[in-house]
């Protein structure tokens, strides 16, 4: 199994520009999370899902976008890119219910100039 | 939501001795306690967790003890070696059992 893979894993933006960024699971994991990770920082939570078609925000939603229409993918949307939003973005999933561990992919650096 | 507080923020040790850092936590309904190792330019890993109805789990050189009455918990490693060498998170779960709230991370650091 391949767990969780995000893509890309390296992406320069220009401001106001808008990407994706791409997180498919294989795990057949309900739940999955979206976080980001500042240099030297902890992980801040954006987005989360707990099965296709529900989705919710979390503590830094701002200028993000989400959507979950299969199990396994868990795309991120940025639109209108900021500086603010130079970060590395980590996506996450685990079995539903409570008492379980997440899977986190191996991240997506992004650069916005 | 949840309220997570990690100490210390960075750990320099000698190999071989021990390493104990320490994380505290709001939300008294929580009832699962993981521990994740950050190795540089990678994703969090999963190293050991621990559920409210136990005080103390170990697996080889890593332990995690929890005292809920006081509201935190704590990772212990022995016989520290240079892959030691990460960032470690602490990451209490929401008594809703959505989500973790993630610590500030402690920077460890084992000389040789």
């Known amino acids: 199994n391949a767990g969780v893979t995000q893509t890309p894993k390296f992406r320069i933006l220009k401001i106001g520009q808008s990407m994706t960024l791409q997180c498919t699971q294989d795990?057949?994991?309900?739940?999955m999370y979206w976080y980001r990770q500042d240099p030297g920082m902890g992980l801040k939570l954006i987005y989360y899902?707990?099965?296709?078609?529900?989705?919710d925000k979390g503590e830094v939603p701002n200028g993000y976008n989400v959507s979950r229409s299969t199990t396994e993918d868990f795309p991120l949307r940025l639109e209108l890119a900021a500086p603010s939003q130079t970060s590395v973005y980590f996506c996450?999933?685990?079995?539903?219910?409570?008492?379980?561990?997440?899977?986190f992919g191996s991240g997506t650096r992004l650069t916005v100039v | 939501g949840e309220n997570v507080e990690q100490h210390p923020s960075t750990l320099s040790v000698q190999e071989g001795d021990s390493a104990v850092i320490k994380c505290t936590y709001s939300d008294s309904a929580s009832n699962y306690f993981p521990w994740y190792k950050q190795e540089l330019g990678k994703g969090p890993q999963l190293i050991i967790d621990i559920r409210s109805n136990v005080g103390e789990k170990k697996d080889q050189r890593i332990a995690v003890t929890l005292n809920k009455t006081a509201k935190h918990f704590s990772l212990h490693i022995t016989e520290t070696q240079p892959e030691d060498s990460a960032v470690y998170f602490c990451?209490?779960?929401?008594?809703?059992?959505?989500?973790?709230?993630f610590g500030g991370g402690t920077r460890v650091l084992v000389k040789p």
């Open positions: 795990m057949n994991h309900n739940y």
């Open positions: 990451a209490p779960e929401e008594a809703a059992g959505n989500k973790l709230t």
């Open positions: 899902s707990v099965g296709a078609g529900i989705t």
């Open positions: 996450a999933s685990k079995q539903q219910g409570r008492l379980s561990g997440y899977t």
